[in-house]
């Protein structure tokens, strides 16, 4: 039985350790600061509950020593202590962040110390990044690489035609920061809200523009290889141009905590989303242009008898898989692990990954 410290009970947490739990295979220490976080996780034998303040380092240091594996589902500010007390502990780490300076110090450690770290373990950064990864290696030469995420309201209702299916702060951070992108070969970074493109899915209409954060490091890899590279989320039509109205034109961009306000209170929380993924590939093979798309729509379901969203199961689901190809010894470089390193295959045979599956048997 591997011991586990997951650290952070939000909607991610909870679901990370029911998976990890109902496993069989795993025995998880939960701590979060919050005894009401804490208590809306479902009780297990299997899962022990603990308030810590992650701010104190000696006590984050007596929570995680004598576990194995550490999975850090914290706010991004927490990464780098959090990761240090894993590292101290002779611990394996992951995480979720989507912030790059938090990312950058996780790569400092790992050069450090001889364990395993692998951040950007969720949805995007994450999962997309092996998908992208994985229909590039079939290709003699690169030429564009376009990554397309929503996480949307399956029944909109409003101007927006928008719900919060996750974190507030977060959807603004990835509206409001300039996004990396590849173009033309140069590596820029590109404003947020442009590049509006239009998608048709299942016959369904949606629309996609620039946001931050969902490329990881792939920008790093691929630069020089590949010609344009760029994440976009995917949204319904005309969210695009009433959130440039907000940042823009009224300067919200500048006024952040009055945006955030404004999406806490106005804006409905829905547990009833879904998860759009969209990722073409195109580029030389067998000497002409190809293209190579993966496309998937997933929605929530009840795991242990209880009801989770897609977002929950998705950014779960993925980090879960890769801790456990890590704890099964399937993953056995040390020091820093990238997301495009780990192979798909991998992740689809695995029972936390099969969620990405589709019937597309050439990324099986």
Not at 7 to 21: C, E, K, N, P
Not at 241 to 250: E, G, K, Q, S, V
Not at 296 to 310: D, E, L, M, P, R
């Amino acid at each position: 039985m591997r011991k586990v410290a997951v650290v952070g009970a939000g909607q991610i947490g909870d679901l990370i350790v029911t998976l990890l739990a109902k496993s069989g295979d795993y025995e998880v220490s939960l701590f979060d600061t919050s005894e009401t976080q804490l208590a809306r996780v479902r009780d297990d034998t299997r899962i022990r509950k603990a308030s810590l303040d992650v701010r104190d380092a000696s006590a984050l240091d007596r929570a995680v020593g004598g576990h194995q594996l550490v999975v850090n589902a914290a706010p991004y500010h927490l990464t780098e202590s959090i990761a240090t007390a894993a590292a101290e502990a002779g611990a394996h780490y992951v995480d979720l962040t989507e912030d790059v300076a938090s990312t950058q110090a996780v790569k400092k450690l790992a050069q450090t110390y001889d364990t395993t770290f692998i951040p950007q373990c969720g949805l995007a950064p994450g999962i997309v990044s092996i998908l992208a990864a994985n229909l590039a290696k079939d290709f003699d030469a690169l030429d564009t690489v376009k990554l397309r995420v929503g996480a949307l309201p399956r029944f909109p209702s409003n101007s927006l035609s928008y719900n919060l299916t996750w974190s507030p702060a977060g959807v603004i951070n990835e509206y409001c920061r300039p996004c990396t992108v590849i173009f033309d070969g140069q590596r820029l970074e590109a404003p947020p809200l442009e590049q509006r493109e239009h998608l048709l899915i299942d016959g369904v209409k949606y629309e996609s523009f620039n946001t931050s954060g969902g490329l990881g490091s792939l920008a790093s890899t691929w630069e020089g290889k590949v010609r344009n590279l760029n994440y976009q989320s995917i949204r319904y039509p005309g969210h695009a141009a009433i959130m440039r109205t907000l940042l823009r034109d009224l300067g919200l961009s500048n006024r952040q905590d009055l945006l955030l306000d404004i999406f806490t209170n106005a804006v409905p929380v829905t547990s009833q989303d879904v998860v759009i993924i969209f990722i073409a590939v195109s580029g030389m093979r067998n000497g002409r242009l190809e293209q190579t798309t993966y496309t998937n729509k997933i929605y929530g379901k009840s795991v242990a008898g209880q009801n989770y969203t897609a977002i929950q199961l998705t950014t779960a689901s993925s980090v879960c898989a890769v801790l456990d190809l890590l704890a099964s010894g399937a993953i056995e470089q040390t020091g820093i692990v990238l997301q495009e390193d780990i192979r798909l295959d991998q992740i689809l045979e695995n029972r936390f990954g099969q969620v990405f599956r589709t019937e597309r048997t050439e990324l099986e």
